[in-house]
């Protein structure tokens, strides 16, 4: 079993940023990837739209078209901590974000944490 945790969602005028944390706790020896996903309002959960991923052990990273070069994943394995910088946001990255992780061929989700990004 792998428990995630998501935090530092929150109210953000257009243009600004934040960092999403996912805290992993459990078995996290056999993390292979994590990633995260994000819920727009009104959408189903079958409707997660993919927001980037990275691979464990090499750090290598895939950010959907729709955030490159404004979001950035990454993670610190000694604190078995994922990050998700956001810059430039936008009305449309308002979501509930979602942190999954790939461990032992089984898919994890955190609980979610709420972005809203209004004036």
């Known amino acids: 079993q792998v428990q995630l945790v998501e935090s530092g969602g929150g109210l953000v005028q257009p243009g600004g940023s934040l960092r999403l944390s996912c805290a992993a706790s459990g078995r996290t020896f056999g993390i292979y990837a994590m990633g995260w996903f994000r819920q727009a309002p009104g959408k189903e959960r079958e409707e997660r739209e993919f927001?980037?991923?990275?691979?464990?052990?090499?750090?290598?990273?895939r950010h959907a078209d729709s955030v490159k070069g404004r979001f950035t994943i990454s993670r610190d394995n000694t604190k078995n901590t994922m990050y998700l910088q956001m810059n430039s946001l936008k009305p449309e990255d308002t979501a509930v974000y979602y942190c999954?992780?790939?461990?032992?061929?089984?898919?994890?989700w955190g609980q979610g944490t709420q972005v809203t990004v209004s004036s």
């Open positions: 999954a992780a790939e461990v032992f061929r089984r898919d994890y």
């Open positions: 927001v980037a991923a990275i691979r464990w052990s090499t750090s290598i990273t």
